[in-house]
């Protein structure tokens, strides 16, 4: 098991930049694809990003792709996401997530999770 913490979110315009942080203690994350999910209120929680282990292949949900970067430094057990241009809908609460084998968008196959950062936008 690992834990995770997220930290990095805010209250941002639209158009504005965030770096969010995801910090694990447990295990030694190079184990783990790691995921970026997001929940609005009342809606579902939706896939964003995803790494794996090595940091070699990653993937992102088609709303994100080109405005949103992940990453992960191993050595310091963090995985990173980079919001650019910033839109309203991106507003949400933000959760990293840990899961064994490879990158995956489906939030079933993940087994740890942080407790969010949340995300304003104001336009």
């Known amino acids: 098991q690992v834990q995770l913490v997220e930290s990095g979110g805010g209250l941002v315009q639209a158009g504005d930049s965030l770096k969010l942080s995801c910090a694990a203690s447990g295990r030694a994350l190079s184990r783990y694809s790691m995921g970026w999910f997001r929940q609005a209120p009342g809606k579902e929680r939706d896939f964003v990003a995803a790494?794996?282990?090595?940091?070699?292949?990653?993937l992102y949900a088609d709303s994100v792709k080109g405005r949103f970067t992940i990453s992960r430094d191993n050595a310091k057990n963090m995985v990173y996401l980079q919001l650019d241009r910033l839109r309203p809908g991106d507003a949400a609460v933000y959760y990293c997530a840990a899961a064994h084998g490879a990158p995956t968008t489906w939030p079933s196959y993940y087994n740890d999770w942080g407790q969010g950062t949340q995300v304003t936008i104001s336009s």
């Open positions: 790494i794996g282990g090595d940091g070699v292949r990653t």
